[in-house]
């Protein structure tokens, strides 16, 4: 049996370690500077463990869910 989210250890404790990742993986899939992206809102979702960042750059913005445990992109979602 596997311990239950809250008795793992997350990879993404902080919200800054989020948010990092976040820029990371939008700076790569759309080719733009880590300079030129936006944070304009984060959420932890307690039961599920999971990020939610949204960003902006140019005209763009986009939500990215990120798992906490594993400390990876699950889900980049362009609004």
């Not at 250890?9 to 500077?33: F, M, P, Q």
């Amino acid at each position: 049996m596997s311990p239950g989210i809250g008795l793992m250890k997350r990879r993404l404790e902080k919200e800054k370690d989020a948010i990092a990742l976040a820029v990371s993986g939008i700076a790569k899939k759309y080719d733009v500077k880590p300079d030129d992206v936006k944070t304009l809102e984060t959420k932890y979702h307690d039961d599920a463990g999971d990020w939610y960042v949204a960003l902006g750059w140019d005209e763009k913005k986009a939500i990215i869910k990120m798992d906490s445990v594993r400390g990876t992109i699950t889900e980049i979602k362009e609004i």
